[in-house]
């Protein structure tokens, strides 16, 4: 029978095992994994739900319905630096999943606690498991299950010597705990993750199961032999004590060599060489990362690349939800390198290497050139309304100058969840706003889309930012010290920066222009290659000459500042998709060959809408910013209870793209758009082609 399965916690040692359990199970038709940083596995059967911080889960409800939740949390004192941040994580989250697995009527809750958890210890640890438990049993009422296992086998990302001897020990030794201290004998990860699985389908489960139970469990064994007393021949005795000082120097030489291999994916650069891909730790963003017409994009993957080719290595670019999560995933060694500038502070060079250039980022004030009131000097700022994001850095370094200053500034605190800051800039440019604040890249940025902009106004001091890499990474370091300064005056490295924060990408001005049609009833000198086209591949070309004007005013020399060419603005990549030589672009023909080739793509893919209206506008959103965009927002609509065969629902998911709440939902498989544009692309193609349309143009 079909089920879903819930699991919390899945990049802990029994976490990942069970998940990658739960998928090769045919019993589980979808496996949705909460977790704060984002698992390296690809299955169909696999959604996975990032979240900044685990409060955030009610706030999913509506895609967390399952059969079967397992609660896999948990943490240790040490990793969580004191005791008030460890009970936040082993008895605060486990309490709020039993709540929300109540309030959904979840059928079975299966949950990783302590061997010898107890409300009435000394000990912290177990004092706070044994009151997690309790909470839990109070809340929820449904199939409750609690896993005690004992010393837990298998490969940790983090490296601890102690922990590693006693792993050893117990490997050569556990054949001693037989009996009543079988219960305390170590046991494989995997093991508990099978017997987990089996558990969840008990119609009757015990409520506490501990090691020597597991074990049994996870071979199928449901009915459990007698436990046998300590066997006297098996009593440790001096030999073994000898044996036990030996084992000792023993288990850190192999340690070591563990060590050694576990540096496959936490090594240095000759480690990543010889696995020959370089992992790097992104944002999604409008310059970091992004993904347009199907090709990545943004100014850190274009420098990614380049590093990762003089270095003989293939590329993998690995976007997470905020900073926090790319120190997380660093650490974890899902990635080698945080491609983003991380803002440097005294923890972050006690724990990491920073390389690559000296990003010095500050925060502007964003405002109009011709504002009648242009600020150039914070102390202008008093008596005039300021809007931000409620809760941003931006607004925290409002209300610090604001104190400074003695009072007087205007602020005006925006949800995150209404609007975000670019959107607050497209406002400002528009006149909707005076005044908002944004850091210098992301500005610098939004003014090659908003001439009108003044950015020159800063209001905090500028702040190192660097990429980082792991301690035990110099190599790597150096590696990407060096690129930079070896290219950071080439042109090529000149290009990247001109192409993201110089060269202008609108706002679009075709709106009320391209509306000229001659005598003789042209629209341009390529009305003949449209209609044969057009003739051949069962399309409009009156449609076609709309989008030509929108993509490049009827210019076949065009180039975008994204890299797209010709009179059609096709992507290299996606003319040789089509069976077109990328080289042949600047050929009109050619050109608008490739471009009906894709758009009848496109139309076929979407041909179960059946508005023909709304089919065209869909397929020209992805004609615009590529199909899987498309699809993202005709999920988040339908998810939303929307039609995603509606143009006009579909494309209020495009616009809320550009909200993380929306990209890095589960259903969205092609993250960050900045969709305002995809959006206005559509509007006025079909403005233009209905003008074409009522001028009498025949089809």
């Not at 609108?506 to 005598?519: H, Q, V, Y």
Request: net charge positive; aromatic share 10%; hydrophobic share 40%.
């Amino acid at each position: 029978m079909d089920q879903t399965a819930v699991v919390f916690g899945a990049t802990g040692l029994v976490g990942y095992d069970l998940v990658c359990e739960l998928l090769d199970n045919n019993d589980y038709d979808k496996v949705i994994v909460v977790t704060r940083r984002r698992l390296v596995l690809t299955n169909p059967k696999l959604e996975q739900l990032i979240l900044q911080d685990f409060a955030e889960v009610v706030q999913h409800k509506e895609i967390l319905q399952a059969s079967v939740y397992f609660c896999c949390i948990g943490t240790t004192i040490k990793k969580a630096g004191r005791k008030e941040a460890f009970r936040k994580v082993d008895y605060d989250i486990p309490f709020l999943i039993a709540r929300l697995a109540e309030d959904l009527q979840i059928p079975t809750l299966v949950v990783i606690s302590s061997m010898g958890a107890a409300t009435r210890t000394s000990n912290f640890y177990l004092r706070t498991k044994g009151e997690m438990e309790m909470a839990v049993r109070e809340t929820f009422t449904g199939k409750l299950v609690f896993i005690h296992p004992s010393l837990l086998l298998g490969y940790r990302n983090d490296y601890r010597f102690g922990e590693s001897i006693a792993i050893m020990l117990m490997r050569i030794f556990g054949w001693l705990f037989v009996g009543k201290l079988a219960r305390y004998r170590g046991i494989e990860a995997l093991d508990v993750a099978k017997a987990m699985m089996v558990i969840a389908r008990l119609p009757s489960p015990d409520q506490v199961y501990e090691s020597d139970e597991l074990r049994y469990l996870s071979k199928g064994i449901l009915n459990f032999p007698k436990k046998k007393s300590l066997s006297a021949t098996r009593r440790v005795n001096l030999g073994l004590l000898i044996a036990f000082i030996v084992v000792i120097a023993t288990a850190a030489f192999f340690g070591h060599q563990q060590r050694l291999r576990d540096l496959r994916y936490y090594g240095d650069l000759p480690e990543i060489q010889a696995r020959g891909e370089l992992r790097a730790l992104t944002l999604y963003s409008s310059t970091s990362y992004f993904i347009f017409r199907d090709r990545e994009m943004g100014y850190e993957y274009e420098l990614c690349s380049r590093l990762a080719e003089s270095l003989g290595l293939t590329l993998k670019m690995i976007p997470v939800p905020n900073i926090l999560a790319l120190k997380d995933s660093l650490d974890a060694g899902v990635g080698d390198i945080i491609a983003y500038n991380v803002p440097v502070t005294l923890n972050i060079r006690e724990q990491y290497l920073t390389c690559g250039r000296d990003f010095r980022t500050h925060q502007v004030l964003v405002q109009q050139k011709n504002n009648p009131e242009l600020v150039k000097d914070v102390t202008q700022l008093i008596g005039k309304e300021i809007v931000v994001q409620k809760g941003t850095m931006f607004h925290t370094r409002l209300l610090h100058l604001n104190n400074e200053l003695g009072g007087g500034i205007l602020i005006r605190a925006l949800d995150k969840d209404s609007i975000d800051t670019e959107e607050m800039i497209g406002k400002v440019a528009s006149g909707q706003l005076s005044y908002t604040i944004a850091d210098n890249v992301m500005a610098q940025f939004n003014k090659t889309y908003y001439k009108n902009l003044h950015i020159s106004t800063s209001i905090s001091f500028p702040q190192e930012s660097f990429w980082i890499v792991r301690k035990e990474a110099p190599l790597l370091a150096k590696a990407v010290n060096d690129w930079f300064l070896k290219n950071v005056s080439s042109s090529e490295y000149r290009a990247i920066n001109k192409r993201y924060f110089e060269r202008s990408k609108g706002p679009s001005p075709f709106l009320t222009t391209g509306r000229f049609i001659g005598r003789d009833g042209r629209v341009s000198p390529f009305d003949a290659l449209f209609k044969t086209y057009a003739r051949a591949y069962g399309l409009d070309w009156r449609l076609l000459a709309s989008v030509a004007y929108q993509e490049s005013k009827f210019d076949a020399s065009a180039v975008s500042w994204a890299g797209a060419v010709g009179l059609m603005q096709l992507m290299p990549k996606t003319a040789s998709d089509y069976e077109v030589n990328p080289d042949s672009l600047f050929d009109p023909e050619k050109n608008i060959l490739a471009a009906v080739r894709l758009i009848r793509n496109l139309e076929r893919q979407l041909r179960s809408v059946e508005s023909r209206e709304h089919r065209l506008k869909l397929v020209l959103a992805g004609f615009n910013s590529g199909l899987g965009h498309v699809l993202d927002a005709r999920a988040l609509a339908r998810k939303y209870g929307r039609n995603p065969d509606n143009w006009d629902d579909v494309c209020n998911y495009i616009l809320l793209k550009r909200h993380q709440a929306y990209y890095d939902d589960p259903v969205c498989k092609q993250g960050y758009l900045r969709g305002s544009e995809t959006a206005n692309f559509v509007t006025e193609v079909w403005a233009r082609y209905e003008y074409y349309i009522s001028k009498g143009l025949k089809k």
